[in-house]
C-alpha cells in the first residue's frame, strides 16, 4: 500500500463521518453531503483494489497475510456502498449515524491494512 493514499483515505473517511455527525445533529436526513463523503470514501476503496492488485506485481509485496489484507479490503469496500443504499432507503435521521460508524470503520480498517501491509 502506498502510506499517503492510505492517509488520505483516512481523513477522507474521517472528515465524512464528522459530516454526517453534524448532519445528524442538525436533526435532517441524509444529504448530499453526507452520502457523497460516503461514496467517496468508496471510491477511494476501489482505487486501493487497483493499487493491491498492481503493487504486488511491481515489487511491494504484502509483509503480513495477504488473505487477512484481502478480506479487510473487500469488507472495508463494502461498507460504504452498503450504507449509502441503507441511507437512501432509510431516509431518517438515524441512517446518517449508520453512515458514521460505516465511515469510522472504513478509517479503522484502512489503517489495519496499512499495518497488515507494511
Do not use: H
Not at 436526513?29 to 476501489?46: E, H, M, R, Y
Not at 503480513?64 to 460504504?80: H, K, N, R, S, T
Not at 460505516?102 to 507494511?118: H, K, N
Request: proline share 4%; charged share 10%; glycine share 6%.
Amino acid at each position: 500500500m502506498i502510506l499517503w493514499f492510505t492517509i488520505l483515505q483516512m481523513a477522507v473517511a474521517l472528515a465524512g463521518a464528522a459530516t454526517c455527525l453534524v448532519v445528524f445533529l442538525r436533526k435532517s436526513a441524509p444529504n448530499d453531503f453526507a452520502l457523497g463523503a460516503t461514496l467517496l470514501a468508496g471510491v477511494l476503496l476501489l482505487v486501493q483494489v487497483i493499487i493491491a492488485i498492481v503493487a504486488p506485481a511491481v515489487g511491494n509485496a504484502p509483509a503480513g497475510d495477504p488473505l487477512e489484507f484481502w478480506m479487510y479490503l473487500i469488507v472495508a469496500l463494502a461498507l460504504p456502498f452498503a450504507a449509502s443504499f441503507w441511507a437512501l432507503v432509510d431516509r431518517s435521521r438515524t441512517a446518517n449515524l449508520v453512515l458514521v460508524v460505516v465511515l469510522v470503520s472504513v478509517a479503522v480498517m484502512t489503517y489495519r491494512m496499512q499495518v497488515i501491509w507494511g
